[in-house]
């Protein structure tokens, strides 16, 4: 066996030295397994996946420790709405002066067919929050609820040949 010098030969054989000696991997079949290998691995660490496009891919919740949670403010429950008024009646009426806060809403019911019997028509139902009309309905009968934003003192006014239910929440 005869010992290679680098000075010797063709330049490919001293370049195939020069690699070995320096732990390099010369392109070819291993060079490229290895570069195969390593995109797989890469790739493999994080999803690229398209298919699920448009679909939710949110993970669990990281856990947190007792003392976290502790510190977290809990939501804080909505007040369930109050009657502030309620009543049944018949015809026109004026209701008593009652207060409400920034939101309140206005429920009610009417059934015209006892006043309407004998011309077989349809009533009236309108109920005015001061000069501002919230409710008008005709019809044989009818609900409904309406949301209001005035605080402040109201009183409303129910104008109908109805019988009617009106309650105030807020």
């Not at 409400?100 to 809403?105: H, L, N």
Request: glycine content about 10%; aromatic content about 6%.
């Amino acid at each position: 066996m005869s010992n290679f010098h680098p000075k010797d030969g063709s330049k490919a054989a001293r370049q195939r030295l020069a690699d070995k000696k320096n732990g390099r991997f010369k392109r070819g079949i291993g060079g490229s397994l290895a570069a195969i290998m390593f995109v797989a691995a890469v790739s493999g660490c994080g999803s690229n996946d398209k298919s699920d496009k448009g679909k939710s891919t949110a993970s669990a919740p990281a856990s947190t420790s007792s003392a976290e949670a502790s510190h977290k403010a809990a939501p804080t429950p909505k007040a369930k709405p109050t009657t502030v008024l309620a009543l049944t009646g018949s015809g026109t009426k004026n209701t008593s002066v009652f207060k409400v806060g920034d939101e309140w809403t206005l429920s009610y019911t009417f059934d015209c067919t006892k006043a309407m019997r004998a011309v077989g028509g349809k009533g009236n139902f309108i109920v005015f929050d001061k000069n501002d009309k919230i409710v008008n309905e005709l019809d044989k009968t009818g609900n409904g609820s309406t949301q209001q934003h005035a605080p402040g003192t109201r009183r409303l006014q129910i104008i109908s040949e109805c019988d009617w239910t009106v309650k105030v929440t807020g």
